[in-house]
């Protein structure tokens, strides 16, 4: 089966919003063997809106429609799958009870957007939205689909796990696909694709896409096979021959960010680690605490900007900063041991380093961040230098921050850039 993935949207077409849409709902799909042939962006106009649709559907055996099913003027996905499937709108009492359950914890009035809302085309299938106002619906001709959702991603995300991958999985069939994602951090890409070398030896009939990212490179292994265990044993055999060749740079697993697998690590040896942070302003601080639980091994975060801060709060001795300058691996070790100190904790992390794009100099550039680390044995520090924006130095060293943390307690030999 083919499929074509149809968002509506003039912050779509006009870069305002990030389309994330397309490319989850083309991840799903391709779980249960149906091959994504074409994605397609178009803004808010009902020609083009129904060209679209005629486009799609005459091409493809599934399509998904995500965006503008809210109650404004500008929402007219309705309208046009009415337009284009030869239906009206009605009342649906199943949607009127989900809105009304929806409102009654918030105390929301009922009014005219509720009602409307409530309007479904009568030709189609309800496709329940169980966090949200506005339902999807299922369109049939023979094995073919046409599903229409919301565009919120989060909604849109629950009605594609819940409902319609359940829904299409039995039509797929064919050939099984496998995949594994493998997260990296601390090697650029060009690195990590020499170290694993030989590519035919490596994957044996497999493939392997590499996706780099500022904080790091996603290793996604595909396998097809019409025998589906067969699939998922050619995976992991490719999976342990990439471990044999890059372990220490892999720290998780599909969706697993590195504070996750750092927060594991802490709450199963009952470690507890406090942060003071210059340069990377509290982001190492609010990447730990995005986790659940997070309170049961973060104890504080301290965003020691100033050199007064510095002293004032982390007890670095003033002299040290005048001699050797507030960037440095001598401060850096002084703030991790610092902030382990006053919050009594176990591990003590800290970064001091140049975000630019202005404060640099020949001798200390912009991106040059010191990572300090001190826990019971021993108080560190390691020198790094980043490219990019502000921002992604930021983000860079705050990553590398959490994966020197992974590798002191996992004793991986820390050779960061």
Same mark, same amino acid.
């Given at each position: 089966m083919t499929a074509e993935i149809l968002t509506i949207g003039d912050e779509l077409i006009i870069g305002q919003v990030v389309n994330t849409n397309q490319a989850y709902i083309a991840e799903q799909l391709n779980l249960i063997n149906i091959r994504v042939a074409r994605m397609t962006s178009v803004g808010d106009v009902m020609d083009v809106i129904l060209e679209a649709f005629r486009t799609a559907w005459s091409a493809h055996d599934v399509v998904i429609v995500t965006g503008g099913l809210g109650p404004?003027?500008?929402?007219?996905?309705?309208?046009?799958?009415?337009?284009?499937?030869?239906?009206?709108?009605?009342?649906?009492?199943?949607?009127?009870?989900?809105?009304?359950?929806?409102?009654?914890? =918030?105390?929301?009035?009922?009014?005219?957007?509720?009602?409307?809302?409530?309007?479904?085309?009568?030709?189609?299938?309800?496709?329940?939205?169980?966090?949200?106002?506005?339902?999807?619906?299922?369109?049939?001709?023979?094995?073919?689909?046409?599903?229409?959702?919301?565009?919120?991603?989060?909604?849109?995300? /629950?009605?594609?796990? =819940?409902?319609?991958?359940?829904?299409?999985?039995?039509?797929?069939?064919?050939?099984?696909?496998?995949?594994?994602?493998?997260?990296?951090?601390?090697?650029?890409?060009?690195?990590?694709?020499?170290?694993?070398?030989?590519?035919?030896?490596?994957?044996?009939?497999?493939?392997?896409?590499?996706?780099?990212?500022?904080?790091?490179? =996603?290793?996604?292994?595909?396998?097809?096979?019409?025998?589906?265990?067969?699939? /998922?044993?050619?995976?992991?055999?490719? /999976?342990?021959?990439?471990?044999?060749?890059?372990?220490?740079?892999?720290?998780?697993?599909? =969706?697993?960010?590195?504070?996750?697998?750092?927060?594991?690590?802490?709450?199963?040896?009952?470690?507890?680690?406090?942060?003071? /942070?210059?340069?990377t302003g509290g982001m190492i601080l609010h990447k730990l605490t995005n986790v659940s639980g997070s309170s049961a091994y973060v104890e504080r975060g301290v965003v020691a900007y100033s050199n007064r801060s510095k002293t004032e709060l982390l007890g670095v001795p003033d002299e040290l900063i005048r001699v050797h300058g507030a960037v440095s691996g001598e401060v850096a070790q002084a703030m991790a041991a610092g902030i382990r100190r006053v919050a009594g904790t176990d591990i003590g992390l800290s970064t001091t380093g140049i975000a630019g794009p202005t404060g640099g100099t020949e001798e200390k550039p912009v991106g040059l961040v010191w990572v300090g680390y001190a826990d019971a044995a021993a108080s560190i520090s390691v020198k790094m230098q980043f490219g990019g924006s502000r921002g992604i130095i930021k983000e860079r060293a705050s990553q590398a921050a959490l994966e020197l943390v992974r590798r002191r307690i996992l004793s991986i030999a820390v050779d960061l850039p």
């Open positions: 404004t003027h500008d929402d007219i996905t309705k309208k046009a799958v009415c337009a284009f499937f030869d239906s009206d709108l009605v009342s649906n009492d199943a949607v009127r009870r989900h809105i009304q359950e929806l409102w009654k914890p =918030r105390n929301m009035p009922w009014t005219p957007s509720s009602e409307e809302q409530t309007m479904v085309p009568r030709k189609a299938e309800l496709v329940e939205n169980p966090v949200g106002t506005a339902a999807g619906f299922l369109f049939r001709d023979g094995a073919k689909r046409f599903i229409v959702l919301p565009g919120v991603p989060y909604e849109m995300k /629950e009605m594609i796990d =819940r409902s319609v991958i359940p829904h299409l999985a039995p039509l797929a069939g064919g050939m099984a696909i496998r995949h594994r994602t493998l997260r990296t951090t601390g090697i650029a890409e060009s690195m990590l694709a020499e170290r694993l070398g030989d590519i035919d030896t490596l994957l044996q009939g497999g493939s392997l896409a590499f996706l780099p990212a500022p904080t790091g490179v =996603r290793l996604r292994i595909t396998v097809l096979d019409r025998d589906p265990e067969t699939a /998922e044993q050619r995976v992991r055999e490719i /999976e342990e021959r990439i471990r044999a060749r890059a372990e220490k740079f892999i720290y998780g697993i599909e =969706r697993e960010e590195l504070e996750d697998v750092i927060g594991r690590i802490l709450s199963e040896r009952h470690l507890t680690i406090a942060v003071a /942070e210059s340069c």
